[in-house]
Nanobody, 120 residues
Framework: VQLQASGGGLVQPGGSLRLSCRASGLHLYQTATGWFRQAPGKEREGVSYISNDGKTYYADSVKGRFTISRDNTVNTVYLQVNSLKPKDTAVYYC???????????????WGQGTQVTVSS
């Protein structure tokens, strides 16, 4: 199983990005897929996840600004990140789990991470 995270970059405050998590070796519609992030000097935290049946969940810090979605035809989960703030700066990781949760230990496979930097 491989997860390929991409789409990060440098963006000004208020800007947007679309992060992608493409999977090979498993079907994302059969699992939950989560996005986590780790800022410098901080612990990794859950941002959002989508369950196998398509339900979506968000951390309070990103509600109303981030949107998670899944395209089964290309086996990819997206995280649309809008209204970005400097505090959103982090490495963003995607991961899969049989159980939708913000608990990292429940996730089996992890992507390599993509850097999001929000700065003017």
């Amino acid at each position: 199983v491989q997860l390929q995270a991409s789409g990060g970059g440098l963006v000004q405050p208020g800007g947007s990005l679309r992060l992608s998590c493409r999977a090979s070796g498993l079907h994302l519609y059969q699992t939950a897929t989560g996005w986590f992030r780790q800022a410098p000097g901080k612990e990794r935290e859950g941002v959002s996840y989508i369950s196998n049946d398509g339900k979506t969940y968000y951390a309070d810090s990103v509600k109303g600004r981030f949107t998670i979605s899944r395209d089964n035809t290309v086996n990819t989960v997206y995280l649309q990140v809008n209204s970005l703030k400097p505090k959103d700066t982090a490495v963003y990781y995607c991961a899969t789990s049989m159980y939708g949760s913000f608990e990292e230990s429940l996730y089996d496979y992890w992507g390599q991470g993509t850097q999001v930097t929000v700065s003017s």
